[in-house]
């Protein structure tokens, strides 16, 4: 990747209760102004690599018990949660992680607690200029918001903080396609005019790749394979086992996939 480096992972193990190892050597870039991919099925260790570099894995006992995060050349791993935030590393939570009793602006609002007053109304302009739904809703109880609405307030609420690195779990969980669709290109336009990078965690691969410069694929906590997104979309194992396709673009069946571990190239 020719642009500079933001984020680095070396060749990081993460370990939880000090006795469950979940990542295993895993590095991976994220260049400035970006937009990078983890793909992978469910527990290959996507969302362990985003709270890893977040912080939050203390939340849960896990800490990165080898290898480095550095941000900028300075190295973040052994740093709180908060200061990781204060250095503009924000994470959307999967899941639609709303504080359900306020409001949907309330909600936004939390977003910018470490932003002065203006700034904080500034921003809640340009997330209302992303997503103007949320203005609609804005004085609504956001534990009655409908689903798709939940995940904007979630995206939303990250932006308010002003990001230089945004970290999305899995945008498109339980979603319609449409709505999908709308949320990618939201993400795509942000990511261009506010040169904000971002570290998208996905398992609709298809989607991911259409926004994505370059991605990873996991699996069993490993990257066990990157390249630019045109490459992985044309790569015929990623293809056939994470868009269902095989080499001549036929739909596979379950049983046809499911002893896939022992026929991958790179497992």
Request: aromatic fraction near 6%.
């Amino acid at each position: 990747m020719k642009e500079q480096t933001m984020l680095k992972l070396n060749n990081i193990e993460v370990t939880y209760l000090n006795v469950i190892r979940v990542l295993h050597g895993v590095s991976m870039e994220v260049p400035d102004g970006g937009i990078i991919t983890i793909l992978g099925a469910n527990g290959a260790g996507k969302t362990t690599t985003l709270k890893a570099i977040s912080g939050l894995l203390r939340v849960e006992e896990g800490e990165v018990t080898d290898g480095s995060i550095e941000w900028n050349n300075e190295r973040i791993d052994k740093k709180s949660a908060q200061d990781i935030a204060k250095l503009g590393i924000v994470q959307a939570l999967e899941g639609r992680r709303v504080f359900e009793h306020l409001t949907a602006e309330e909600n936004l609002m939390v977003g910018a607690h470490y932003r002065d007053r203006p700034a904080a109304k500034r921003d809640l302009e340009m997330v209302y200029h992303y997503f103007p739904r949320l203005k609609d809703i804005r004085h609504n109880i956001a534990g009655y918001l409908s689903g798709g609405e939940q995940q904007m307030l979630v995206i939303g609420r990250a932006m308010m903080s002003a990001p230089k690195l945004m970290l999305l779990d899995e945008p498109s969980l339980g979603l319609a396609p449409m709505l999908v669709e709308e949320i990618y290109e939201i993400i795509n336009r942000f990511n261009k005019e506010q040169k904000t990078s971002i570290l998208l965690v996905e398992q609709n691969v298809r989607i991911a790749l259409t926004v994505a410069d370059y991605g990873y694929v996991m699996e069993n906590g490993r990257a066990v394979l990157d390249g630019t997104a045109e490459f992985l979309k044309n790569n015929e194992d990623v293809k056939e086992f994470y868009m269902g396709l095989s080499a001549v673009g036929t739909k596979k069946s379950y049983r046809e996939v499911k002893h896939y571990r022992r026929r991958k190239r790179w497992l």
